[in-house]
Each structure stands twice: as C-alpha cells, then as structure tokens.
C-alpha cells in the first residue's frame, strides 16, 4: 500500500515475516502467499500506535493460520521448489 504514516510516494508490499529463521536469508528468493484480508490501510497518530497495530496484526494473523483454511497454505504447490 502507500504506507500514509512514513508519507510514501511510491505503492509497496511491506511482508511481515512470522517464521522465525536460523541464519539470515539476504539474496534468496522469497515467495508470498497472500491468505486474506487483514485490515484497511490506515495512516497512525504516533509511532507508538503503529507498533501497537503490527502487535495486533501479528497476533490476529498468527491465530488465522493456524486455522482452516489457511492451515494448510505452507503445502500450497506454489512453495514447492523445482530442482
């Protein structure tokens, strides 16, 4: 989206990572799988009210796919590597 709290010029996808990696993955290729909806692009009063929404998302996102019918998105043909 347009990111209105940091005033961006250009449209992004900013993905939240949840998994938690052993090592750094800097130079691979990352693939995305958008699950749903989560809530509207909203601009944010403070900083501190922006992290308290991540917070959230985290929370309501982490929940979801741990729930039909994302549960089972990790074996969705799209992740599967070529060799």
Request: no cysteine; charged share 20%; glycine share 4%.
């Amino acid at each position: 989206g347009w990111n209105p709290f940091f005033d961006n010029k250009e449209k992004t996808v900013e993905p939240h990572l949840l998994h938690e990696f052993s090592e750094d993955f800097y130079g691979q290729q990352l693939k995305l799988l958008i699950n749903g909806f989560l809530r509207p692009e909203l601009n944010f009063s403070t900083l501190d009210v922006l992290i308290q929404a991540i917070k959230d998302d985290i929370t309501v996102s982490s929940g979801a796919l741990d729930a039909a019918p994302y549960l089972d998105s990790s074996a969705d043909p799209f992740f599967v590597t070529s060799s």
